[in-house]
Each structure stands twice: as C-alpha cells, then as structure tokens.
C-alpha cells in the first residue's frame, strides 16, 4: 500500500504521447472513425502507466482536457472494430520484438480464470466454482492464451466465456481450440508445445494439435496435457487403476531444473510408459509426484505425443504452465483487468478486458530491454520504467514549453 501511494504521489498529468510510443502504435490495424484511434492509445497507454484503481474516470484524471472518461467510453462502446484482431496483431509484435531461443521451440498454453464482479446486471457474469474443493465466485469467465520460452511470457489471445444459458455459450475447450487455430507461429519456431491442466486435457484438444502437426509441414507440433483418471485404453483398461495399483518401487527419482530464471532444481517421482488411449492412439503417459510414499490422489497425470522425450522432458515442459498463472494475476492486480466499470452490452466488455491485454503487451514492447536473460522479472517491474520514461519526458516537455513562452 506504501509502494502505491508513493506511486500515485509521483503521477503528473501527462498532456502528450512521447515518440517512442507512438511508433509502437504504428501499422496497428483497423480503420478508425473520428478520433478513436488517438483516444484508443490513450486509454492502452494510461492502463499501462497509472498505478491505481484504473476506472475510466480516474484514467482520464491525467490525461489532456480533451480526453475525457466518456470519449474513452464512445471508443469502448464502438461496435466496428475488433478487439481479437489488436490482440494478434500486438502479440504478433511482441513475437518478432524478443530474442528467440536457442532451439526454436515454443510453448503455448492456455488456461481459465475469472474476475470477480458484485453488480447483477452484468449480462456475462455467472455463478460458479472449478470443482467442490474450490470456492464459489460471482464473476466473468474468460480463456486466456500465453507463449512461453526461456525468461519470457506474454498473452496472445483471450476468449469471455459466457453463461451456459447464453444464447452464444461456447464451452471453454471450444474457445480453447478456436485460440489455438487462430495462432500464427513466427517463423523461428520449429517446435510447439501445446499444454494445459486436465480441464484441456480432451481428445478434441489433442486431436486438433495432431491435426495442425499433419497440416504444418514446417515445424512439429506437440502436447503436453495433464488428463483426467476416467480416460481408457484401446483394450478398456482405466488410467486410475495404474495410478491406484502400480507398486511404489517403480518410481524413479528424476531432478527437474526449474523454470528460467529461478535457481535449483525440483524433485519428482516419475513412472513413463506408453499406452494406446481410446480415440487418439499412441502416446507417452508419466505419472509424476512428488514424493516417493505420496499416495495415487496427488499423482498427475501427463500425456504427450513427442515419442522421444523421456520423463524428465515432460515434467520439465509441464512446468511451463506456471506462466499463465503468473500472467493471469498480474492482469488482475497490476493492470486492472476488467475494472473499467462497464455493463449492459457485452461488446464494451469484451473490449474491455483486451484492453489489460494490450497494456500488457505495450509494456513488454517498451520495456523489452528491461528483460535480462536467465533473470526473473514481473510486469509490475516493467511498469515503473515505463513509468519512469515517460513522466520524464513529460517533465521535459513542460520545461521546454515554458521556456518557450517566456521567450516569447
């Protein structure tokens, strides 16, 4: 609470964009009316900046007299453009602006969240929980997409999912799969690890990423899903009496490095063998825990189709899934994901979680540098250097525009 207060103390009114960002804005796609297209780069650039509560009044507080809260609302309100395609476009930048890996491979991951809402009249709030362990929430549900390699992460695609009584319901595996199919690779990937928890586990989800396999002659795609214990073999043997009855002794101790960025390594108990699942075929399924003398419950269950990766690879590439949790809450409290204060129709919506989104991306364009290889970061560090830049500049500007005017 110190750290923001001394944030929002440093905050000046910021009258102009400086060059640098809005070369970053350049070639953005879309054919816009009027001034929404400027408004547009306001309203991404003060989610990105501002270090409070970002409700469209208190981000037109420290913009230009022009900018106001309800220009900002006529953008979001707008029904011509689409908010998908600045996603993929910004996140197509994002792609070619970071160094790539080594090895070309590529991770794409893809997992469920919501924002919590208090207001009823909100036509895509739903009530729900992820299962009878978990809390019940009142909120907006919504899919989100990430890319992973080495130290970098960032969302490329985002889907709302509506209530089940909605007209134009998707399930969450169909939202999952149209991001996936909507995806264009850049072209220093060779290699695409899709992954997911056993919510994505389905054999639709597997089949879609074997199909983009056959159909991309150019790099390999690959999975990585943890599945559920009610899957079957071809010869209608159930995966949960493997897990249940497999003896201990069979386990072997493998030492998984932890993810870019963080020291150490971790240790699993791992079981690999190769099964062929009913409606997919054959695959490689790992049992891992982590402890020896831990029970079947807190067994996971991974399966994947790369046929040359041995236990350790799998656990090692499941580990990539940490990302989009980090990313998801980072979106909630550092870009104020959803906190726009609007209702009623659900385009204005849907535009306004994209724009966190795009925030998000900005700041991984402008303060890429910020990034150092092997070293851990978080969206929040990014933030103040942008923050830092451009008040700046913005300092540097009201200097010389007084000068001026005493000089005249």
Not at 35 to 64: D, S, Y
Not at 189 to 216: H, L, P, T
Not at 242 to 250: D, E, F, I, M, S
Request: glycine share 6%; proline share 6%; net charge positive.
């Amino acid at each position: 609470a110190h750290t923001l207060c001394t944030a929002r103390s440093a905050m000046i009114t910021v009258t102009y964009l400086p060059l640098f960002v809005t070369i970053l804005f350049r070639g953005m796609p879309g054919i816009w009316r009027h001034r929404h297209r400027l408004i547009l780069c306001w309203l991404v650039v003060m989610q990105a900046l501002f270090p409070g509560r970002k409700t469209l009044e208190e981000l037109a507080h420290w913009t230009p007299a022009q900018v106001t809260a309800w220009r900002f609302r006529r953008v979001l309100k707008a029904a011509y453009w689409n908010i998908h395609v600045l996603v993929e476009w910004w996140g197509q930048e994002a792609l070619n602006t970071l160094p790539p890996p080594k090895d070309g491979t590529l991770f794409l991951v893809g997992d469920g969240s919501e924002k919590p809402k208090r207001g009823t009249r909100n036509p895509l709030a739903q009530k729900g929980r992820k299962s009878e362990h978990h809390p019940w929430f009142f909120g907006i549900r919504f899919a989100l997409l990430i890319v992973n390699w080495d130290v970098y992460r960032f969302p490329v695609a985002f889907r709302l999912i509506r209530p089940k009584t909605h007209p134009a319901y998707q399930p969450e595996n169909a939202l999952f799969r149209e991001m996936v199919g909507h995806f264009s690779p850049p072209t220093w990937a060779k290699r695409i690890i899709v992954e997911g928890d056993a919510a994505y586990g389905s054999q639709d989800n597997m089949k879609m990423v074997m199909k983009r396999d056959a159909d991309d002659p150019a790099r390999q795609w690959g999975f990585v899903f943890a599945i559920a214990r009610t899957w079957k073999t071809v010869e209608d043997k159930a995966i949960k009496d493997l897990v249940t009855h497999l003896p201990r002794t069979y386990y072997q101790r493998t030492r998984v490095p932890r993810l870019p960025g963080a020291k150490g390594c971790k240790i699993f108990w791992v079981y690999s063998t190769r099964l062929c699942l009913r409606h997919i075929g054959d695959v490689t399924v790992v049992l891992s825990k982590r402890g020896r003398n831990v029970g079947p419950k807190n067994t996971k269950i991974l399966v994947t189709n790369l046929d040359e990766w041995i236990p350790r690879q799998v656990v090692s590439a499941y580990q990539r899934r940490w990302p989009v949790e980090q990313i998801n809450r980072e979106l909630k409290t550092d870009l104020g994901l959803g906190e726009h204060q609007v209702s009623t129709e659900e385009g204005r919506i849907e535009k306004s979680f994209g724009i966190a989104v795009l925030a998000y991306l900005l700041l991984i364009r402008a303060c890429h540098q910020e990034i150092l290889p092997g070293t851990s970061w978080s969206i929040a560090q990014l933030q103040h250097a942008f923050r830092l830049r451009l008040i700046t500049n913005q300092v540097e500007h009201n200097v010389k525009t007084r000068l001026t005017k005493a000089a005249k």
